[in-house]
């Protein structure tokens, strides 16, 4: 009786996160073979402008004084990321960007810090699907005898606190995961806004980056478009053709219905 109710509740959680991972690090080779769309490559340098600098007592104190000078935004930015705080870091960098909008270097430490938060609540759905899985067995569908929930079977009050502790993190990692996913969309995007045209082939792996991130938020046409945009710019590059094999089946999922009937 309660084991259908937790698969009920549980499976949409599972079927979303599966799309993610899948579609993020096996069908578009977000992360790992496509060089550029990894977050260590987004991350890169973030934090490291300056080893030292205003601290953040320093820079609140200094935005307190002047609300409206964007160099106390930015440096409380800077500042908690020296200390590892980089969730923290994204309201004060995004009150920058409203303040400096064509800030590229801005624009991309902010994405960055977007996508880390993203893998973050990834982790935390993987943590909570490895503990269902722990409690139902090895197949969180259908539950071994010698699993957690079969032993505990006998108190459903106990289970069904944790069931309910564990579908609520996952729903905290499914909403975590596509908002910042969708929030990392946004700034990139507003950075190719700003960035000219005579630039972009010096810099696309914006949008393999922008790609990577529009397909895990669920904007598939959005990746289409970035996707296609870097075959543009970029099309000897090293990862031309691994973009080139996986845009048919990327069209595909953005259009499911094109080319039936």
């Not at 698969?7 to 996160?17: E, T």
Request: proline share 5%.
């Amino acid at each position: 009786m309660f084991f259908p109710r937790l698969r009920r509740q549980a499976k949409w959680m599972f079927v979303f996160l599966a799309v993610i991972f899948g579609l993020g690090y096996v069908i578009f080779n977000v992360g790992g073979s496509i060089p550029g769309t990894g977050l260590g490559d987004v991350l890169q340098g973030l934090g490291q402008s300056a080893d030292t600098g205003p601290s953040v007592d320093d820079s609140r104190e200094k935005i307190r004084e002047r609300p409206n000078d964007p160099a106390g935004y930015r440096n409380l930015a800077t500042a908690l990321q020296r200390q590892g705080r980089n969730t923290e870091a994204i309201e004060p960098l995004e009150n920058y960007v409203r303040l400096r909008p064509k800030d590229r270097d801005a624009l991309q430490q902010l994405a960055g810090l977007h996508l880390a938060q993203a893998r973050t609540h990834e982790e935390q759905g993987t943590a909570a699907r490895a503990r269902l899985t722990e409690i139902t067995g090895a197949d969180v569908f259908t539950p071994s005898s010698q699993s957690q929930f079969s032993q505990q079977f006998g108190n459903p009050q106990i289970t069904s606190i944790e069931a309910t502790k564990l579908n609520q993190q996952l729903n905290q990692a499914f909403l975590g995961v596509q908002e910042s996913y969708k929030e990392a969309t946004t700034v990139l995007q507003r950075l190719i806004a700003v960035t000219p045209d005579e630039l972009e082939a010096d810099e696309p792996l914006v949008f393999l980056q922008l790609g990577s991130a529009a397909a895990s938020a669920g904007d598939l046409k959005a990746a289409v478009k970035a996707y296609e945009r870097y075959l543009e710019v970029a099309p000897d590059s090293a990862s031309a053709a691994s973009v080139r094999a996986q845009l048919p089946q990327l069209r595909q999922a953005a259009n499911p219905g094109k080319g039936k009937g």
